[in-house]
């Protein structure tokens, strides 16, 4: 017989329910009470793309360790939903539980040898004390968190605290919930007997904060100055606008409570950006936020803002493609399409956050970069960071801090007799100086150009000119590389023969993927870039290696096809670690495949000596 799993603060609990059953805010509510019982938890809300009907699961990765990313495997299935049973059921790791609504009896064919089957008969314990079919249905919610609560050796006063703050001021949803709550966990502590996995009281979240990252970014965009949003709704990235929309009712009102800000809801993706380049253009700060379908309805703005130099800021909520693909699930799978969106030959900054506090620090930065270089800058958040819960350092807010406005002329410039050449390099840093409109009578004020032009941005269609303005821009590409995040390497005092490089969401998981195989004998060297345009110390840290895996979670390794191109790197040097199934990435499969990798490497070694 196979021994129950005993583990206490490190395990890995799911969620199998039904999409539209009010299951979301008792599954909330149980990885809050782990929070708040100083344990940090690694949350993942995976759900469908519909509005209610189809089945939906929420992992609970409890890690007094510190490790918030996906672990992969399951050590205790709360199976809520009959149509993913088998599915579920198959999930639980050997030695695992399984706790399910045993108001109606399961053929013991339903179940497994080597797992802990619990039974609480939820649909009967809630229906006995409620009448109304709704509240039935959300309660039995809350009476499997007593349950889970009971069985895990939860403060019982740490959830009904939370459940009194959920409810503040709303007595008769208090009282009902805390009734919910009590029926599933006397039942448990009547009825079931003890199980190997525990929660117990730690001091390891800290002064951490749980926040999701489309909120985050919505709050950096505040900080970093902006003041006009156009957007079109689209998943994942609708809750980014509408969370600047929340903060900006707070913070971008004037003394009498008149807005200093303009949202626009536009018809579609296409006026999206053109507002957004308008606004720029006239000085505002200015975003939209989209995902990949966007993107591609955006490309010709895109080239306009590169050519025509009109600074503008697109966070871009990755998901999965092509096409309409998954729109509730996780990739980072338009590298490519923002790097170079747009006809002709045009270069785009692209920013990539690791977590929602990155994702508030890179927002407010991608403003001043793209005021100073006049460009657009994407934001590559993806749904993973957008649309989750993560446990994050608090964002830093400097009252003090001064906007980035780049090279702009003002009137006094003008009247001074500074010279003004809308597209002249005059500082040997290839970014030129501006005016906004209406800043002189006679001088100065520009119409914007998105055709070829000369240097003083009147119409021209010599080659010379034109090879001129374009060479420029590549020089402009360069001056960006040292201002953009710089790459951060780890385990850099082992000199290693192998490296690896990865992005964003893949921070967490990669984190315990290598302190995994550093236990196990095997040293990788590890950067994880933040930004491209890349600097000169991503293809340094290639360089120094004689491979460097490069883990990335989309289908044709566009990561590494960006390193190839940009930095002229043999395809032979990167080894690709893909996943792009939709769900995050988990350090067990980064673990399997560098791995196996490895061993195919050696066994080639050797095969070839003999």
Not at 122 to 147: D, H, M, S, W
Not at 349 to 370: G, K, W
Not at 443 to 469: C, I, M, P, Q, V
């Amino acid at each position: 017989m196979t021994k129950p799993i005993a583990a206490t603060n490190d395990f890995v609990v799911k969620f199998a329910n039904v999409n539209g059953s009010g299951s979301a805010s008792a599954n909330g509510l149980f990885a809050k009470a782990i929070l708040r019982m100083g344990v940090p938890v690694g949350a993942r809300n995976i759900f469908p793309s519909n509005i209610q009907g189809l089945p939906t699961w929420y992992e609970v990765r409890v890690s007094e360790a510190g490790w918030l990313g996906r672990r992969g495997g399951v050590d205790f299935m709360i199976a809520m939903n009959p149509q993913t049973w088998d599915g579920d059921v198959k999930e639980i790791m050997p030695g695992g539980y399984l706790l399910y609504d045993s108001s109606k009896p399961l053929p013991t064919s339903k179940f497994r040898d080597d797992i802990t089957v619990i039974g609480a008969p939820l649909t009967e314990l809630i229906a006995a004390e409620f009448a109304n079919p709704r509240e039935r249905q959300l309660f039995k919610n809350i009476c499997y968190v007593g349950v889970l609560a009971q069985l895990l050796g939860f403060e019982t006063e740490v959830v009904k605290q939370l459940l009194a703050e959920e409810f503040k001021g709303k007595d008769k949803l208090t009282a009902p919930n805390f009734k919910a709550f009590d029926i599933g966990r006397a039942y448990a502590e009547a009825n079931l007997a003890p199980i190997g996995l525990k929660v117990k009281r730690a001091d390891k979240v800290g002064d951490r904060i749980f926040a999701e990252g489309n909120d985050a970014a919505a709050l950096g965009a505040v900080y970093g100055g902006a003041t006009f949003c156009a957007w079109y709704p689209i998943t994942p990235s609708t809750s980014l606008a509408e969370s600047f929309q929340k903060y900006c009712n707070a913070l971008r009102k004037d003394g009498e409570g008149k807005n200093k800000f303009a949202i626009v809801q536009a018809e579609d993706e296409i006026a999206s950006i053109g507002m957004v380049m308008g606004a720029g253009w006239a000085g505002s700060r200015a975003f939209t936020c989209t995902s990949g379908p966007g993107i591609s309805l955006m490309n010709e703005f895109v080239g306009f803002s590169y050519y025509a130099e009109i600074p503008a800021v697109i966070f871009d909520v990755q998901r999965g493609g092509p096409s309409t693909g998954m729109p509730t699930r996780t990739q980072q799978s338009d590298l490519l399409l923002a790097a170079y969106a747009s006809h002709g030959d045009t270069k785009h900054p692209m920013l990539f956050p690791a977590n929602p506090t990155e994702a508030f620090e890179f927002a407010a930065q991608s403003f001043d970069l793209a005021d100073f270089f006049q460009t657009t800058v994407f934001v590559m958040l993806e749904l993973d960071i957008g649309m989750q819960e993560w446990l994050t350092e608090p964002f830093k807010w400097d009252a003090t801090r001064k906007l980035n406005r780049g090279k702009v002329l003002t009137y006094e410039h003008l009247e001074q007799g500074v010279p003004f050449g809308r597209y002249r390099d005059v500082d040997g840093d290839a970014v030129p100086y501006r005016t906004y409109p209406g800043t002189h009578p006679t001088k100065g004020s520009y119409f914007t150009r998105g055709s070829s032009h000369d240097k003083d941005a009147r119409y021209s269609e010599r080659g010379e000119d034109y090879t001129e303005g374009m060479e420029r821009l590549l020089r402009k590409w360069e001056t960006m590389k040292a201002h953009v995040p710089a790459p951060i390497r780890k385990n850099a005092s082992r000199r290693t023969p192998d490296g690896v490089i990865y992005i964003g969401s893949t921070d967490p998981a990669m984190a315990e993927a290598l302190h995994a195989l550093e236990k196990n004998g095997v040293h990788l060297d590890a950067m994880r870039v933040r930004a491209f345009p890349f600097s000169d110390e991503v293809f340094e840290f290639i360089r120094e290696h004689e491979q460097v895996f490069v883990v990335e979670q989309n289908r044709d390794a566009q990561l590494k096809s960006l390193l190839v191109n940009e930095g002229g790197v043999h395809p032979a040097r990167l080894v690709s670690v893909r996943h792009y199934d939709g769900t995050p990435i988990t350090a067990r499969f980064i673990i399997k495949d560098i791995t196996e990798k490895l061993q195919a490497a050696q066994a080639a070694l050797r095969e070839n000596a003999e």
